[in-house]
């Protein structure tokens, strides 16, 4: 959100940030670069602050051993998780008669809010602004694109664990349909939950999730037509996926002097990050062990290790010098620069994004929620593999995969991936801008909403029809039964005796 905010900015809009301040650790981060906007910080109360505080601290380190929510008791129990994570903040702010007034003042034209969290689109509704638009960090949200109408392709987008393409079969079908009933139960379960206790606890008027993303003017996600897979979609679905991605900025950056001396120590550089939300330092060691004796066993090359915990002593002794552990890294740069070859990540969609317009090969290790898809998706241009997190402790066959990847044709693949999204014919950034401000000046765009969001189950797979036509046939078939055995029953003589 803060990039949209950035990009509007920059073409001269008036833009408003309304911020919550949950976490204390990112109270002080800066996430807006210019100086424009107006940046509304919001903080907890006494009460919100004790609870985040000591509300059970996160364990999304777990899904290095474990599935994603595939079962409903799962999906229920990080729901329920969510749900009361989302809600003592939202229910401060819809107490706060004060902020009401002062974002009225605002006088808002549009309003782009983030559906993860629907506490933006519940307030954007209860306060009436004219115009709204719901913007997706990542490419694919179930229930928000079937509240819009948006063909949902189960049949060939694959789910989270599906293949794509001619190596999928009929179980990765079905695992889509599980994969999509699980995630709409979690999500919807998430949004039902929040909005009944607003409505229980404040009496205020809001409509449901549903109803709100339907009557907005547009469905921002962040896909790109060049990267993602080909699917039917609408034109109030507008894909902004590549809109931040600025190669010229990257490789302008100047490197950390050791990471230049990395670069330059060996042919070949791979980098291995799995992102922020889910550390290095906290995966089993059975897969630290695999990761490090695959690096053993390749010593003309250098790894960059992104690794949480620079204490660890233990795992400092264990590496061979051609491993370089960083508590951080600048990524883009780092992405940018011709004399990386691999880059192993967990394939969150940012890390995707970014390692698709640089043109480096990837091996994708998917570790929850999207990344499997977006693994997947990377995978389908030939300059990626998606390789399970469960065979990290095999060091033969991560060394195998590693060095298969670095042959040249995937590099070529990669390459060429980059040259589409940089020269694709409509800019997403140039599409962002456009949308947004088409969506102030019209408001709702009622000439975009379909009609098969209206129809029901029944209507919308031709049920109904298939129905009668079964009931058709089979008339049908029972009139020439019946006929048949009328004329046999004549023709068949009787016995004398009768």
């Not at 409509?426 to 975009?448: C, G, S, T, V, W």
Request: net charge neutral; glycine share 4%; with cysteine.
């Amino acid at each position: 959100m803060s990039n949209i905010a950035d990009k509007l900015a920059d073409h001269g809009h008036e833009v408003v940030v309304f911020q919550q301040q949950i976490l204390e650790s990112l109270r002080d981060k800066k996430v807006i670069k210019n100086p424009s906007v107006k940046i509304i910080n919001y903080e907890a109360g006494d009460a919100g602050k004790e609870f985040y505080k000591t509300r059970p601290k996160s364990t999304v380190s777990k899904y290095w051993t474990t599935n994603q929510a595939t079962t409903p008791w799962a999906a229920d129990q990080f729901a329920e998780t969510m749900s009361k994570d989302l809600e003592h903040m939202c229910l401060q702010i819809f107490k706060d008669k004060n902020l009401h007034n002062q974002l009225k003042k605002e006088k808002f034209d549009v309003v782009i809010a983030e559906p993860f969290d629907p506490c933006g689109l519940y307030l954007a509704d209860y306060l009436q602004i004219p115009s709204t638009i719901v913007a997706m960090a990542s490419s694919r949200i179930e229930p928000i694109q079937w509240a819009v109408g948006q063909p949902s392709g189960l049949n060939f987008i694959p789910g989270p664990g599906s293949a794509y393409g001619k190596s999928s079969g009929i179980w990765d079908r079905v695992n889509n349909i599980w994969m999509f009933i699980m995630r709409t139960r979690m999500f919807r379960t998430v949004y039902w939950n929040l909005l009944d206790t607003l409505r229980e606890q404040t009496g205020v008027v809001i409509r449901d999730i549903d109803e709100i993303v339907a009557d907005s003017a547009y469905l921002f996600f962040n896909s790109n037509p060049y990267l993602d897979f080909p699917f039917p979609s609408l034109t109030k679905c507008v894909p902004i996926g590549g809109f931040s991605m600025d190669i010229s900025s990257w490789k302008s950056e100047k490197l950390p002097d050791d990471l230049h001396k990395l670069l330059d120590e060996r042919y070949k550089t791979v980098y291995i990050s799995f992102g922020s939300m889910i550390r290095s330092s906290d995966m089993p060691d059975s897969y630290k062990s695999g990761i490090i004796e695959m690096m053993k066993s390749m010593p003309n090359v250098n790894f960059i290790w992104k690794y949480e915990d620079g204490n660890d002593q233990e795992f400092e002794k264990k590496l061979p010098e051609n491993v370089h552990p960083k508590k951080w890294l600048p990524q883009p740069a780092l992405l940018a620069d011709h004399r990386l070859s691999l880059f192993i990540t967990h394939g969150g969609l940012g890390s995707v994004m970014e390692v698709a317009y640089a043109g480096i090969p990837a091996i994708v290790v998917p570790l929850f929620f999207d990344q499997p898809m977006n693994g997947e998706m990377l995978k389908r241009h030939g300059g990626a593999e998606v390789y399970s997190k469960f065979d990290l402790g095999n060091s033969q066959k991560l060394a195998d995969v590693v060095q298969e990847m670095l042959k040249p044709e995937y590099a070529i693949n990669a390459l060429r991936l980059s040259n589409l999204l940089q020269k694709q014919p409509i800019d997403p950034a140039n599409r962002l801008i456009k949308h947004a401000e088409f969506a102030a000046e019209f408001k709702r765009l009622q000439e975009l909403d379909p009609y098969s969001r209206q129809l029901n189950f029944a209507q919308y797979f031709f049920i109904d029809i298939f129905v009668i036509i079964f009931i058709m046939f089979a008339t049908v078939l029972m009139f020439f039964k019946f006929i048949i055995n009328r004329l046999f029953y004549k023709s068949v003589p009787k016995p004398k005796n009768e």
